[in-house]
C-alpha cells in the first residue's frame, strides 16, 4: 500500500518544525490552563509565567498533574472557559469517589473527532468503509469517540455498542461490515458465537480490519485475533483524561503505535524519580494535551509502563512510535518477592493452542503465605475431561510460567466459558489479599 495521509502538512512535519510547532502550542494550553482554579493555583505556588515557556524542555519546570488531581478538582476545577461553553464530559470508570471527568468544548470534540479519523485513515480505512463500533457507548470514551471519529472519515458507521454477539454478527454480515473497534479481550467471545452459529468469520464476513484497544494485550493475543478473524489488527491506545481513543495508532505497517505529537507532548520519566529515562528505555508516559481548549491536561501521569521507538517509520509519519504498553504501573502485584505483569502471564498462555482466550489470576494469602492460581480456559476444540492429560498440560505451563515470573504458581484449566466475564474492559486480576 502506497502512503498517503489525512493531513500531509501535520503528519509528515520534519522534527524540527514540529517541536516549533509544540512550542508555540504549548504557549496558549499553558495560557488557558492559567484560567482554571487548579492550574492558577499550581502556577502561582512555583512562581511560573506561560510566557516563561520558550521550547519544549522547558515543560520539566512545570508539576506533574496525577489521577489524585483530577479527582480532588472534580468537577470543574480544570475547566478554563464559561460552563456554557462545555458541550460534552465524559469520566473514567472509577467505583468508588470521584471519579476524573473531562470536559469538552466544541473545539475539543472536533479535535477529537479529528484524530480518530487519522488514526483510522493510517491503517488504510477510507470513507467506502463500513464501520461497526463493538464498544460500549455512555460515559466510556471509546463507543462516541469512534463514532464521531468514523464518522468524519466519512465511513458508513454501525453504532452496534457492546455485547450480543449475535446481533453484532447478524449486522456484520447484512451490512458488509469491512472494519470494526472492539476491546481484544471480546473478540475471542464473538469467534466462539460465530462457530457456533456454524459459522467463520474468514470466509462469512467482509471483515478486513479490526481496531484493538484500550486494555493491555500481548502481540501473542493480536496474533491469535488476526487469525480468527482472518483481518488484521491494529493496536489503539487511548484514555478519558487525554479525550479517549485516537492519542496513539498502528499505522498500516503495524510497527507499533504512533502518538500524534502535534496534539500530544510526549515524555517518558522513571516512575519513581520523575526525571526523564534516556531514549528508548521503558519509563512511565507522561502526556500534555496540545490541543485541548475547556479542560487542557499538564504532565498528566499515565501510569502506563512504554519506550520510545525513535526510529522514523516505513510510513514516512514524523510522529514518534511508542511500543506496546506493557502494563500500568498499578497492575504490577507482587508476589513472593517477585514482581509480575498480568500481561507476562498471557503471553504464556496465549502461545499454547490447547488454551482459550480467557483467563484469571487469583492472589491469596494463607497461613503458608501467599499464592498464585492461574485459571486458564480450554479451546473447546482441545477440550477434555482425561485428568492424566490435562495435569501433564497444566504441569508444562506452570514451568514455562515459572520460568518467566520466577516462581512457580498454580495452574488449573478449566472448561471453555467458565470464567466470569464483563462486558467492558477484562478483569484479569482477584487479589484477596487486600482487605
Ligand atoms: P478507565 O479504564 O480508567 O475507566 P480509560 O478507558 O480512559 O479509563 O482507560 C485508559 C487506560 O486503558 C490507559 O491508561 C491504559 O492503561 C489502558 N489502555 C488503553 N489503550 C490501551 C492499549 N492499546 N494497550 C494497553 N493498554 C491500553
Ligand atoms: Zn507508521
Known amino acids: 500500500m502506497e502512503n498517503s495521509f489525512w493531513q500531509p502538512e501535520v503528519e509528515t512535519l520534519p522534527r524540527k518544525e514540529l517541536e516549533k510547532l ?3 502550542k504549548m504557549r496558549k494550553v499553558l495560557a488557558r490552563a492559567q484560567q482554571s482554579a487548579f492550574y492558577s493555583k499550581v502556577f502561582a505556588d512555583i512562581g511560573f509565567k506561560p510566557e516563561d515557556f520558550k521550547t519544549v524542555d522547558d515543560i520539566r519546570r512545570l508539576p506533574f498533574t496525577t489521577k489524585d488531581n483530577l479527582r480532588a478538582n ?5 475547566l478554563t472557559c ?3 461553553d462545555i458541550v460534552r464530559m465524559h469520566c473514567t470508570s472509577g467505583t468508588t469517589g470521584n471519579p476524573a471527568a473531562v470536559l469538552y468544548n466544541r473545539h475539543d470534540l472536533d479535535s477529537w473527532a479529528n484524530l480518530v479519523a487519522r488514526s483510522m485513515f493510517a491503517t488504510g480505512t477510507r470513507s467506502s468503509d463500513i464501520f461497526q463500533n463493538m464498544s460500549g457507548y455512555g460515559l466510556f470514551t471509546g ?6 471519529g468514523a464518522e468524519k472519515l466519512g465511513c458508513m458507521t454501525i ?3 457492546a455485547g450480543n454477539s449475535k446481533r453484532q454478527i447478524k449486522l456484520m454480515r447484512d451490512f ?11 473478540l475471542g467471545r464473538l469467534h466462539a458465537v460465530f462457530l457456533e452459529n456454524g459459522l467463520d468469520p474468514k470466509k462469512d464476513t467482509q471483515l478486513k480490519r479490526l481496531f484493538i484497544g484500550a486494555e493491555p494485550h500481548s502481540e501473542e493475543t493480536r496474533q491469535r485475533i488476526q487469525e480468527m478473524f482472518g483481518c488484521k489488527a491494529f493496536n489503539s491506545f487511548g484514555m478519558t483524561e487525554m479525550n479517549g481513543p485516537g492519542v496513539g495508532f498502528e499505522c498500516q505497517y503495524q510497527a507499533e503505535m504512533h502518538i500524534w505529537e502535534d496534539c500530544y507532548l510526549l515524555e517518558i520519566v522513571d516512575p519513581e524519580t520523575l526525571e526523564p529515562v534516556p531514549e528508548g528505555e521503558i519509563g ?13 491536561v499538564i504532565r498528566y501521569r499515565t501510569r502506563d509502563l512504554t519506550r520510545i521507538i525513535a526510529e522514523p517509520c516505513k510510513c514516512g509519519r514524523t510522529a514518534r512510535r ?3 504498553i506493557k502494563g500500568r504501573s498499578d497492575d504490577m502485584f507482587i508476589i513472593k518477592g517477585c514482581n509480575v505483569f498480568p500481561i507476562q502471564i498471557e503471553r504464556i498462555l496465549m502461545k499454547i493452542p490447547n488454551v482459550a482466550n480467557d483467563y484469571l489470576i487469583t492472589l491469596d494469602a494463607t497461613p503458608e503465605g501467599d499464592t498464585m492460581l492461574v485459571e486458564a480456559e480450554l479451546h473447546p476444540d482441545f477440550f477434555t475431561d482425561d485428568y492424566p492429560q490435562l495435569k501433564t498440560l497444566q504441569h508444562k505451563i506452570a514451568r514455562e510460567l515459572s520460568d518467566e515470573i520466577l516462581f512457580t504458581p498454580l495452574v488449573k484449566l478449566v472448561p471453555p466459558g467458565s470464567l466470569p466475564k464483563t462486558e467492558g474492559k477484562a478483569v484479569r486480576v482477584k487479589d484477596n489479599r487486600k482487605g
Do not use: N
Open 22 to 24: 509544540q512550542a508555540e
Open 74 to 78: 472534580y468537577p470543574f476545577g480544570l
Open 82 to 84: 464559561s460552563k456554557d
Open 143 to 148: 463507543g462516541l469517540g469512534f463514532q464521531y
Open 159 to 161: 453504532p452496534a455498542a
Open 176 to 186: 458488509g461490515t469491512t472494519c470494526a473497534h472492539s476491546v481484544p479481550s471480546y
Open 284 to 296: 512511565e508516559m507522561v502526556i500534555t494535551t496540545l490541543d485541548r481548549q475547556a479542560m487542557p
Open 322 to 324: 511508542i511500543d506496546r
